[in-house]
């Protein structure tokens, strides 16, 4: 699994004007329901997460919630980005030979 979208093979011998190009064609690719289902998860996280220092703030103080918090969201963050390299990958190399998004 790739964590950065300019470390996946498709793209790392382009100049990076044509890694955008070819990413945001990529992203031009209809939205599917799988893509709905992994939105409603980690939006679901990151509301849990929200709650959860919203309820433990208290306790936590914020020289420990706030970080743990960050931790959370950069997290999820980057686990959004490992899910659109998964799910753009296949439209990338499609477009590198040549074809077009369906």
Known sequence: MYWRWNRIPELADLPLEERKRLWFEARRDPFRPIDLAWLVVILAIAVGAGLLMILFAPMLGPWIGLPVFGAVIFGLC???????????????????GGGCPE
């Open 78 to 96: 980057t686990l959004v980005d490992a899910i659109l390299i998964l799910r753009y990958r296949p439209i990338v190399r499609r477009l590198r």
